[in-house]
């Protein structure tokens, strides 16, 4: 699997580092003499090379490899003077190159770090301190891998929310958009053809089709105020708009089509006592909608009928139409935003969505939703 993760180390966390590096190696190098040497003049190249791991740690962000290798390098030569200080933050450079660079570039920077923790004591015939400081070369590189992979596993969970935020905000608006234009395509196509022969059925028409966008703007005011649940406006503007619609609105969805011209009958079976949640109620209402818009638009039919049933630990939505689709010219209608939104929200419910042209013709939209989830 590639890793995308990014990982940036902040101005702030440098300083730290630098900070410390300077605290601790400074401190080491003015209270106890480097080992073979007198005064302060083996010091000085001491505190030259504790300066290297301080300029390492600074330079991490932007050149993390040459850092590393200059911080191992500088380690080194510490471990040289200081054996039981050992390779100064050269381990913590490791640790953090581990973390900022995926794995298969980090592995240069423990293999270098398990030669020159190892070479030093190894040198001076320390095999068990030598061992040690290989361990711990293992054990940072591992940490920064680890904290690489958990941060990786964060961002990617916080993308994959902000794809289904997207996702499901794209439905709705396709939902309510597709439906309502479609819908009001229709009524003024009716008010312009019976505009001079019947002006009083023109003027219903333009009646239907502004109290359909008036409910279009109330579903879409009282969707945004549901979003934008962070920018503090549901709590101000929630007591206003129409609530988002249900199954108790299947029949006025049923009169707003029937003004459209396509004649809709509602069955509804076994919901006596089902309380369903309101996300749930939603997403069925969206179904049903879609389902009609697309008989609407596509299948040239008269009638339609909407049959939702609950029984058998189980919700069965079903759209049938007396349109075209069971002639084979239009299996696929629906078939591009619309029945991919519709499979999703059945999904996202756990249950199954199937489409497509009825035995005895016409289109079939066929949902089933596992009744455990609803109540």
Known sequence: MRDNFEARLSPRRRMLLVAGTLMVLGSVVFLLPPQGSVGVWGRGPAMLLVSVQAAAMWWMAERPGPAVA????????????YPAVGPGVALVTVCTFAWLRP?????????????????????????VPALLWACGALL???WGAL???????????????????????????HDVLAHTVSVMVVQAAAADDVF?????????????????????????????????????????????????????DLDRLAGV????????????????????????????????QESLTNVLRHAGAGRAEVLVSAGGGRLLVEVRDDGWGGGGRLVGRGGGRGIAGMRERAAL????????PGPGGGFVVRVLLPLKELS
Request: charged share 25%; with cysteine; aromatic share 2%.
């Open 70 to 81: 200059a911080a191992l390098v500088a380690g080194a030569g510490i471990h040289l003077l």
């Open 103 to 127: 794995a298969r570039v980090s592995l240069w920077g423990l293999a270098g770090a398990l030669v020159l923790t190892a070479a030093v004591p190894l040198l001076g015939g320390q095999r």
């Open 140 to 142: 940072a590189w591992s």
């Open 147 to 173: 904290g690489r992979a958990r941060d990786a596993g964060r961002q990617a969970e916080a993308r994959r929310a902000v794809l289904e935020e997207r996702a499901r905000i794209a439905r709705e608006l």
């Open 196 to 248: 001079d022969s019947s002006p009083v059925k023109a003027r219903q028409a333009v009646r239907e089709l502004e109290a359909c966008g008036r409910r279009a703007l109330g579903e879409l005011r009282h969707f945004l105020r549901s979003v934008d649940v962070d920018g503090g406006q549901a709590g101000v503007e929630g007591g206003g708009g129409e609530p988002q619609p249900g199954l108790g």
């Open 257 to 288: 089509m029937g003004a459209a011209g396509l004649d809709v009958v509602v069955r509804c079976e076994g919901l006596d006592g089902l309380r369903a949640v309101s996300s749930v109620e939603l997403s069925v209402y969206r179904i049903v």
């Open 349 to 356: 419910l756990g249950g199954s969505l199937e489409a497509g």
